[in-house]
């Protein structure tokens, strides 16, 4: 089972411009954290939200979580040809499973 | 700085051969996990392991067995290699905040 599900699938925007990808999961949770994939490598950690906090920044990327809603979004503003990649979402599910989405492609044109 | 290492980044097996990945991690990290990565349908988890000689089964265990004998080590191994299990694999280490992520290993079975 899929327990972090990304909308949209794929993005496409220009340099500069704002970039919002959403996280939809099953059940409760402590913390949900973002990852993001350059072409045909392994994940990188991006930030990690708990439960209890509704936003949270990190440079130029912003989390919000609504535990009510079970969704969690990622924006990253002014987007650079560099942020090109996949984003993920994962959860922690029955403790020590950490699963994850099917991914947002981003891709930034310059 | 931390680090998953991944033995192959590309290998090309035969189908019905017995394949090993193999991932080593310097975290002392308790939870290691075996992902298959594939278009559209993100990763996908395929077994963890919370301890040495302990391990779970994911959501796509069949025809994958896997071996924890040292806390640093967790090894995937296809029983049969099939064609339908060509596909990019990667090893992940928790460190409860944050997972580590190896290279990838994308396998080919011909």
């Known amino acids: 089972s899929q327990q972090g599900e990304e909308d949209p699938q794929a993005l496409s925007i220009q340099e500069g411009e704002n970039a919002t990808m959403n996280c939809s999961y099953k059940t409760s949770i402590n913390n949900l954290q973002w990852y993001r994939q350059n072409s045909g490598r392994g994940l990188v950690h991006l930030i990690l939200?708990?439960?209890?906090?509704r936003e949270k920044h990190s440079g130029r990327l912003r989390v919000t979580l609504d535990t009510s809603k079970k969704s969690s979004s990622l924006l990253i503003t002014a987007s650079r040809a560099a942020d090109t990649a996949s984003y993920f979402c994962?959860?922690?599910?029955?403790?020590?499973?950490?699963?994850f989405g099917a991914g947002t492609i981003l891709r930034v044109k310059s | 700085d931390v680090k998953v290492t991944q033995s192959s980044r590309y290998l090309v097996k035969r189908t019905g051969e017995k394949v090993f990945l193999e991932c080593v991690q310097d975290?002392?990290?308790?939870?290691m996990f075996w992902y298959r990565q594939d278009p559209g349908l993100g990763l996908r988890l395929i077994y963890f392991?919370?301890?040495?000689?302990?391990?779970e089964k994911g959501d796509i265990p069949e025809g994958y067995s896997v071996s924890r004998e040292k806390k640093e080590r967790f090894s995937l191994i296809l029983e049969s290699a099939s064609t339908n299990q060509t596909s990019m694999y990667l090893c992940?280490?928790?460190?409860?905040?944050?997972?580590?992520f190896g290279q990838g290993t994308r396998l080919t079975v011909v």
């Open positions: 992940a280490s928790d460190g409860r905040n944050e997972a580590f």
């Open positions: 994962a959860t922690w599910e029955y403790g020590n499973k950490l699963v």
């Open positions: 975290m002392d990290h308790e939870n």
């Open positions: 939200i708990r439960s209890n906090e």
């Open positions: 392991s919370y301890d040495v000689k302990m391990k």
